[in-house]
């Protein structure tokens, strides 16, 4: 497999498809650089033509921004849109609803206008176009998964159907937990919470989650973002359950299915 | 008798008026304290938010039970505003059911669709006791809530029980003296409610039907001016700014945050300097997010006026249900409490005359502050379109650009991202380690 930077193609003259924005989480985190295989791998076998920043993506600024630190921000976002618009780029798929929502709602307002795409939304148009096949029977037939919704995604964006309906999909039984959708709890990660000690409190907000997700009896928590990845797997840590319980981002279950 | 009677009624109505439109302008000057934002765009997509959140109260139906209740009060409240008009007219020019000239055989239809309103408002008001004082529901017992905002919130139940009883026992004498077709009690037909209650004035001799009439009839509309008069001190406030306060809200999906164009502006001149060149010279030095409430926006105070302390946003906080100290409810009651204090401030001394308090640690503090994850549960929830989150962030932004405060784990990230241009302390080299293993 060949995974090409922007560069290559500009070298090239030529731009491709799609960037995959691959996030610090899914290039860095041991679990997350996973998920980023996983998608690479869904994209190259489904012939999208697509490429990465490489080495030249930086963070985006959203940790920065949500703990009130508006100045990295902006040297973190104007950099970006800088070398966004100098390759041109025109359509932006992100396997991270944090750089997904500020990709797609927070960089206009500074002169970064592309079409952000999530990997579950990109999924479920692959799936519809007919280009993601699933295999037969497979690992999780007749299993539950649960869908854990991240709140950049759901509650920011309004997503809450594309990846549902990817799982469904797949040979399993899809089960809601008591808190879904728009009423879904927080994995604890977000508004720069994953960079520090949580708070004093009666419990950690990722332990509270944990254990509703196993509540469902479930033996797949299917989560859409790297974070909240992080966050449940400590969780079901927690409950002492994770040996029948997996942690599992869409884009990994999606990864083993195909056929 | 007449006369005096319509000027008492003038006096009280008159008072009651200038008292609440004090008030009124008070709060006004309080919320325009806020710094300027402009939020006069899409006057469709505004006024649709104001037909269905406000008026069709869209959010309450998160919860269907509760909300049919909310309904059965609320619709109680818009309607019977054309039952007290006639009462006040009434009063005014010493007539008696001015309206059933006007309206005929529509009248006695009008004023039975009230009494079952009145009925269903004293019922609704009863559960919401219960819910409240016995069922003791979570939201509604947390240390928020502790003191004035309890008894508040009773005492709005109450009163209303009682002004709709008023209401229905004035209208029962006011039935029994027309069967006994007495010449000032003019024949309306019958009413639903309090005509089949009127069977229990029978015994009674005119006199004393005539006193409990004109009792109810005082009683229930100086309850309703004095009630006029307490609702700028209440979260009952809400019934009158939830419709302004719809029109005005937040149109950006949730994720978004509202960017800082003073901070683009210097970053930028840091990035490219040759800008510079054409830059006017700063006036003063511009101040990096809130403090206190001046520095917070108009809508933000008027969000911490439009508050109910219904605790929904609480409820579902992952910060608050996993016991930290952050409450969103707390968060917008403090900041109206700071409101508010500014208020009295200005009355007394003209102008405010710094009283060395802030929003940011007098009411608000860092650990509160430092406990949200920004998950936007708050602002879904909450029916009146508030955003908790909004006076959050601008704290924060306080609290890291203008006083260097930050846990140490959040300094050491601000510095990855500078150096390393992530949040980790990667090297940048690595950054596609992945995809080299994976071309391999
Ligand atoms: S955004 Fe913050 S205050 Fe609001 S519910 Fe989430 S954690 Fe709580
Ligand atoms: S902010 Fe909204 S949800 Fe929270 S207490 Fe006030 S009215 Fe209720």
Request: neutral net charge; charged residues 25%; hydrophobic residues 40%.
């Amino acid at each position: 497999m060949q995974i090409k930077t922007m560069a290559t193609y500009a070298a090239n003259g030529e731009t491709p498809e799609i960037l995959f924005w691959v996030g610090c989480a899914g290039s860095f985190d041991q679990r997350a650089q996973k998920i980023t295989k996983a998608f690479a791998t869904i994209l190259e076998k489904t012939g999208v033509q697509f490429a990465i920043l490489g080495k030249e993506e930086s963070c985006t600024g959203d940790p920065a921004r949500r703990a009130g630190n508006e100045f990295i921000f902006q040297m973190m976002a104007q950099n970006n849109i800088q070398l966004l618009n100098m390759y041109g780029v025109k359509k932006i798929v992100t396997a991270c609803p944090h750089c997904f929502n500020i990709l797609k709602n927070e960089y206009p307002a500074l002169g970064g206008n592309y079409e952000v795409i999530h990997h579950t939304t990109f999924l479920q148009s692959l799936i519809d176009e007919g280009k993601i096949r699933m295999k037969e029977g497979g690992a999780f037939k007749g299993k539950k998964i649960t869908y854990h919704d991240s709140c950049y995604l759901g509650r920011g964006n309004n997503i809450y159907e594309a990846p549902r309906k990817v799982l469904e999909t797949l040979d399993a039984e899809l089960v809601e937990m008591k808190r879904c959708r728009s009423k879904g709890l927080c994995c604890g990660a977000g508004g720069a919470q994953m960079f520090k000690e949580e708070e004093k409190g009666t419990t950690r907000i990722n332990i509270e989650r944990g254990r509703e997700a196993v509540d469902t009896g479930a033996s797949v928590i299917a989560s859409n973002c790297p974070f909240c990845m992080t966050m449940l797997t400590d969780g079901v840590k927690e409950t002492g359950k994770e040996d029948e319980v997996k942690v599992l981002d869409i884009a990994e279950l999606i990864a083993l299915h195909l056929e | 008798m007449r006369i005096l009677q319509e000027l008492l009624f003038i006096i009280a109505f008159g008072t009651a008026v200038y008292l609440f439109s004090t008030k009124v302008r008070q709060i006004r000057r309080n919320i325009l304290l806020g710094r300027d934002e402009d939020l006069n765009d899409h006057p469709d997509l505004r006024w649709k938010n104001v037909l269905l959140l406000a008026f069709g109260q869209k959010k309450m139906f998160r919860n269907p039970l509760v909300a049919v209740l909310h309904f059965f009060v609320y619709a109680g409240f818009i309607i019977i505003n054309l039952e007290i008009l006639e009462i006040i007219l009434d009063g005014i020019l010493g007539k008696h059911r001015l309206f059933v000239p006007v309206l005929g055989g529509l009248y006695p239809i009008l004023i039975s669709a009230f009494e079952v309103l009145a009925v269903l408002v004293v019922l609704g008001c009863a559960i919401f006791l219960v819910r409240r004082n016995i069922l003791k529901l979570r939201r509604f017992m947390s240390r928020d809530l502790n003191g004035w905002p309890r008894s508040d919130a009773n005492y709005i139940l109450i009163t209303e029980i009682v002004l709709m009883l008023l209401f229905l026992t004035m209208n029962a004498a006011d039935q029994q003296m027309q069967l006994r077709g007495s010449e000032h009690y003019i024949a309306t037909g019958n009413f639903l409610v309090s005509g089949s209650l009127a069977s229990i004035f029978n015994s009674m001799p005119d006199g004393t039907l005539i006193a409990i009439e004109r009792t109810c009839w005082w009683l229930h509309i100086l309850g309703i001016l004095a009630f006029l008069n307490y609702l700028p001190y209440s979260k009952h406030l809400h019934i009158i700014l939830a419709f302004p306060n719809a029109y005005y809200a937040r149109l950006e999906p949730m994720g978004e945050m509202e960017n800082m164009p003073a901070v683009q502006r210097e970053v930028q001149l840091m990035l490219q300097p040759e800008l510079a060149a054409n830059e006017p010279a700063p006036e003063g030095m511009p101040k990096f997010g809130a403090k206190d409430v001046f520095d917070l926006s108009w809508k933000n105070l008027l969000d911490a006026y439009s508050c109910t302390e219904c605790g929904r946003c609480s409820a579902a906080c992952p910060a608050n249900i996993t016991g930290k100290a952050l409450s969103p409810r707390k968060i917008m009651m403090d900041t109206r409490d700071r409101a508010e204090a500014v208020g009295r401030n200005i009355n007394e001394n003209g102008a405010f005359k710094d009283d060395g308090k802030t929003l940011l640690r007098d009411h608000i503090t860092e650990e509160e502050l430092r406990a949200c994850t920004t998950c936007n549960a708050c602002v879904q929830e909450c029916p009146v379109s508030i955003s908790p989150l909004d006076i959050i962030v601008q704290l924060r932004r306080h609290l890291v650009m203008e006083e260097s405060s930050a846990p140490a784990e959040w300094t050491g990230m601000f510095s990855n991202i500078e150096n390393n241009m992530a949040p980790w302390k990667f090297s940048m080299d690595d950054r596609d380690k992945w995809a080299e293993e994976m071309n391999q």
